[in-house]
């Protein structure tokens, strides 16, 4: 079965500091990896996937996250943080074959503080 | 830009009534699911379909929930009877490359239910 473990529900950074959001992946068969940002009261909107092409993905807002197999991780990262990005983010997986059943973590709610 | 509509916004129910939620997805999306997401935890699916077929809901309470989508459109999902435990955010998505994996899901404002 497949799942994601995301450390630290919440997360602090200061305005232009580093935003470093991390995410682990267990799965049988080589994963399809998701970030997903969710803004209060609003649904989740995709900010960038891996899907078995180049290991380092580049997203939406500056934000990348680099696929480590060996580690298997999946970590978010976004050189300098701007108020705007604090939201509430989710990793996901899903595995090939099949119909795409998504499998959301819990969730790391990023507060950018001024 | 195309989007996926839900309604109502937000609702407030008495334990024991029913109450429904109604997703329209994006057009020619063949794949549409229903999550609950409780208020600090991460989305959880309730019922995937595949065009007019459920294909997942192996963790949908099936004693009082169910859900239709019976042209491969539209999709409703019932609660009857509600119970406190049911008051979160249901959230409904959709994908064109729900057989491939690799789709991202495109997630409507989602519907806030709240139970007394």
């Known amino acids: 079965a497949q799942s994601v473990t995301q450390l630290g529900s919440h997360v602090s950074v200061s305005e232009g500091a580093l935003v470093l959001l991390r995410c682990n992946y267990s799965s049988s068969v080589p994963p399809y990896l998701f970030w997903y940002v969710q803004y209060p009261n609003q649904g989740l909107q995709l900010l960038l996937k891996y899907t078995s092409a180049a290991t380092l993905v580049k997203g939406i807002n500056g934000f990348e996250a680099e696929f480590k197999k060996s580690e298997t991780s999946f970590h978010l990262t976004k050189p300098s943080a701007h108020m705007s990005d604090a939201a509430e983010y989710f990793c996901a997986v899903s595995e090939a074959g099949g119909y795409q059943k998504v499998t959301f973590g819990t969730g790391t709610k990023l507060q950018v503080i001024p | 830009e195309a989007e996926v509509a839900q309604s109502p916004r937000y609702k407030i129910t008495e334990k024991s009534q029913a109450v429904a939620f109604w997703c329209d997805p994006i057009?020619?999306?063949?794949?549409l699911y229903w999550y609950r997401q409780i208020l600090g935890q991460g989305p959880e699916l309730l019922v995937q379909?595949?065009?007019?077929?459920?294909?997942?809901d192996s963790q949908l309470p099936k004693d009082r929930f169910s859900a239709e989508r019976l042209k491969g459109v539209d999709s409703t999902l019932k609660i009857q009877p509600a119970e406190l435990g049911d008051s979160a955010m249901y959230l409904c998505?959709?994908?064109?490359?729900?057989?491939?994996?690799?789709?991202?899901?495109?997630f409507g404002e989602g519907s806030r239910l709240t139970v007394l």
């Open positions: 057009s020619g999306h063949a794949t």
């Open positions: 998505a959709s994908s064109s490359l729900g057989q491939t994996g690799t789709g991202e899901l495109f």
């Open positions: 379909f595949q065009d007019e077929s459920v294909v997942d």
